[in-house]
């Protein structure tokens, strides 16, 4: 239904977004469609066992590398006890979690501001299912991956029931990590030599 | 080939792994499958704009809900300025790279410990493409996910290069984010009312 193509041209914030801006942004991709080619990053190092460490900074779009970030982000994966680890960190497939939680958050606020729907409160509690014979190896017809993951979505906003339900149809549809997990995303491992 | 079934009962680490642990947990799995079920969890609260938190601590797993984690992992999801954020965090999408790196890298170890292989040196690079067309609703035919993500592995360790490309195949397709990303796994959100 409503895109953002519909966004309206006011000089003030809705959701803490600046309209304008969003506004300025959607032109300009209308205008040059590469504008809205992206390339983002991370590199990691193992440290040891199950822990490890993503240094995140620069990442291409908007037709430039960006050049924003005045320092690296730094995260650590860890493992706790029972997956032989000492709790150094959130594990991968929780942070997977935590990155689909943002993104949905960020989709779903960002097209309330394309409606002009101000929302007061947004939190969400996710969980996913696994099991551990297909990282293992201990059965080959257990997927290795989540089975389902659920998002259970609190809001309040300045609309109705409708509205926050179309809105968030809109935002199961356009969530780019809901997307990747949602559909199949190729990923492609070669091995290389370090300079 | 080779599975964590044949990890051999030896006292002491391999690639920081504990070696016992690892086959009691095999061995314990094969005694009762229900031990492999795992869920894990994250609760996030929108702050503002593109900017949220996530809380992860409480996880279910070995038949127990486990009890190990004495604190809250928080991690911020923000967005640079070109996304009409602040750089008040990593985005989304590079969590998730962060995610898989941090997987395909303990899965790596992993298997290679159950084969005997000692890890020397592993770090890797990730890119993934986007086109925000999707996100922005600009165009139904662009996806609003990843369209490709890719993973240069810098690894050294005691074996051939053959040895080291058979470890990969193999971790490509048991490690769980991987496999979540390269699958489609279901999302479902539903709205609900806060307590």
Not at 15 to 28: F, M, P, R
Not at 120 to 128: A, F, I, N, R
């Amino acid at each position: 239904m409503t895109s953002l193509q519909t966004v309206e041209k006011k000089p003030n914030q809705i959701n803490g977004l600046d309209v304008q801006a969003a506004h300025d942004t959607i032109e300009a991709i209308k205008a040059d469609k590469s504008l809205a080619r992206f390339q983002f990053r991370a590199r990691n190092t193992w440290i040891g066992g199950g822990t490890n460490r993503s240094t995140i900074r620069d990442f291409y779009g908007a037709g430039r590398e960006d050049a924003s970030r005045m320092t690296d982000f730094v995260f650590t994966n860890g493992e706790p006890p029972v997956l032989l680890g000492n709790n150094e960190g959130g594990n991968p497939v929780e942070f997977l979690l935590h990155a689909l939680a943002g993104c949905v958050t960020t989709t779903f606020v960002l097209h309330a501001m394309a409606r002009g729907i101000s929302i007061k409160e947004l939190s969400t509690q996710l969980e996913g299912d696994m099991d551990l014979q297909g990282l293992l190896g201990l059965d080959d017809s257990v997927s290795p991956g989540y089975e389902e993951i659920r998002i259970m979505l609190n809001v309040k906003a300045d609309c109705s029931d409708e509205q926050l339900e179309d809105l968030l149809a809109y935002t199961e549809q356009h969530s780019p990590v809901c997307n990747t997990v949602c559909r199949p995303v190729p990923v492609k491992i070669k091995r290389v030599v370090a300079k």
